[in-house]
């Protein structure tokens, strides 16, 4: 059985370090998702407001988070994976980056100092009317100057799959062309010479943007190393658990047949992860345990069809969006 993982972010009270990552580990999740987009929001960083936090010298960044470090291991969890604010370098404002990038190698190190073997840091995204070459070589090179640090302290770097709202319309970003995607993680792993990047796939993400999640899933396949599995209605990115959504005559907005089927024919090796931030923050807290009880019982079941496969009675349907 996989390991179930629940992010951070929704599921930890700051008010109470200690007794909610206990919860946690008491409603059957295995490991935590740890985000420090929660500590630095993506709107400070592109307002350019102070973001001392995480740029400060390691030796103080490292004293802010020793209390979350603690209490994942008293309450017998773990950091299964690690996931970084986000820009981490903003295209047109060049003299902030140098200030992102030593958040991006302060990110990498606390990743470690969590006992934590990977980070999702993610791809820039031009806008949906510039140069795709351009943002291919922003990309690369942010990337590759990422590669001393991730090999020094062991950790590995993961792209996710990205979108954008203009004028009101959900449209594709940076590696939500799966073939591209795939084509970021070989050639940064040629210019590391090792394989020191891997893929996260958010589910979510695709759905929005209206993916063949099988055909996403395969295309991808064994680059995918950790998961962001969450829910929406195809229109909004919600982060809800899986199953919320009924529409169409399938009675699902997200294809979870194709996604699943897709990972357990594409070989996927890794844990189970859900980015169900907004639905902790819905229920009042003295229902998380439970929520987090059904959260660890759908990681369970996705584990299995993973796993094993569909069981005969419920094979999905030929359909478009399968296959």
């Given at each position: 059985?996989?390991?179930?993982?629940v992010?951070?972010?929704?599921?930890?009270?700051?008010?109470?370090?200690?007794?909610?990552?206990?919860?946690?580990?008491?409603?059957?999740?295995?490991?935590i998702?740890?985000?420090?987009?929660?500590?630095?929001?993506?709107?400070?960083?592109?307002?350019?407001?102070?973001?001392?936090?995480?740029?400060?010298?390691?030796?103080k960044?490292?004293k802010?988070?020793?209390?979350?470090?603690?209490?994942?291991?008293?309450?017998?969890?773990?950091?299964?994976?690690?996931?970084?604010?986000?820009?981490?370098?903003?295209?047109?404002?060049?003299?902030?980056?140098?200030?992102?990038?030593r958040?991006?190698i302060?990110?990498?190190?606390?990743?470690?100092?969590?006992?934590?073997d990977?980070?999702?840091?993610?791809?820039?995204?031009?806008?949906?009317?510039?140069?795709?070459?351009?943002?291919?070589?922003?990309?690369?090179?942010?990337?590759?100057?990422?590669?001393?640090f991730?090999?020094?302290?062991?950790?590995?770097?993961?792209?996710?799959?990205?979108?954008l709202?203009?004028?009101g319309?959900?449209?594709?970003?940076?590696?939500?062309?799966?073939a591209?995607?795939?084509?970021?993680?070989?050639?940064?792993?040629?210019i590391?010479?090792?394989?020191?990047?891997?893929?996260?796939?958010?589910?979510?993400?695709?759905?929005?943007?209206?993916?063949?999640?099988?055909?996403?899933?395969?295309?991808?396949?064994?680059?995918?190393?950790?998961?962001?599995?969450?829910?929406?209605?195809?229109?909004?990115?919600?982060?809800t658990?899986?199953?919320?959504?009924?529409?169409?005559?399938?009675?699902?907005?997200?294809?979870?047949?194709?996604?699943?089927?897709?990972?357990?024919?594409?070989?996927?090796?890794?844990?189970?992860?859900?980015?169900?931030y907004?639905?902790?923050?819905?229920?009042?807290?003295?229902?998380?345990?439970?929520v987090?009880?059904?959260?660890?019982?759908?990681?369970?079941?996705?584990?299995?069809?993973?796993?094993?496969?569909?069981?005969?009675y419920?094979?999905?349907?030929?359909?478009?969006?399968?296959?």
């Open positions: 059985m996989r390991k179930i993982g992010q951070s972010m929704g599921a930890v009270d700051k008010r109470d370090i200690e007794g909610s990552y206990k919860r946690i580990k008491e409603a059957g999740i295995d490991f998702d740890f985000g420090l987009d929660e500590f630095v929001p993506g709107y400070v960083i592109k307002n350019g407001d102070s973001v001392e936090l995480l740029a400060q010298d390691f030796d960044v490292y802010e988070f020793e209390p979350h470090i603690k209490a994942i291991k008293k309450a017998g969890l773990f950091a299964g994976q690690f996931h970084a604010p986000f820009p981490m370098r903003i295209r047109r404002k060049p003299e902030w980056n140098e200030r992102l990038n958040m991006t302060n990110s990498i190190k606390l990743c470690r100092a969590f006992d934590c990977r980070i999702v840091i993610h791809p820039v995204s031009f806008g949906f009317y510039d140069n795709p070459q351009e943002e291919w070589d922003f990309n690369i090179k942010m990337y590759t100057e990422l590669i001393p991730a090999k020094e302290e062991k950790v590995m770097i993961l792209l996710e799959n990205m979108f709202g203009v004028n319309h959900i449209v594709e970003a940076s590696c939500s062309d799966f591209e995607a795939a084509r970021y993680i070989d050639t940064l792993n040629d590391a010479g090792e394989e020191l990047f891997g893929f996260c796939f958010d589910v979510g993400h695709a759905n929005l943007l209206a993916k063949n999640l099988y055909k996403a899933v395969t295309t991808l396949g064994k680059r995918i190393k950790a998961l962001h599995v969450h829910d929406n209605d195809g229109i909004m990115d919600l982060h658990l899986p199953f919320v959504f009924a529409r169409g005559q399938d009675g699902q907005s997200t294809d979870w047949k194709g996604f699943l089927l897709g990972l357990h024919d594409g070989g996927y090796e890794c844990d189970i992860n859900f980015e169900t907004r639905l902790m923050k819905t229920f009042p807290l003295e229902l998380h345990t439970e987090l009880r059904l959260t660890a019982a759908l990681g369970r079941y996705m584990s299995n069809i993973i796993e094993n496969g569909y069981p005969e419920e094979t999905p349907m030929n359909s478009g969006w399968v296959r």
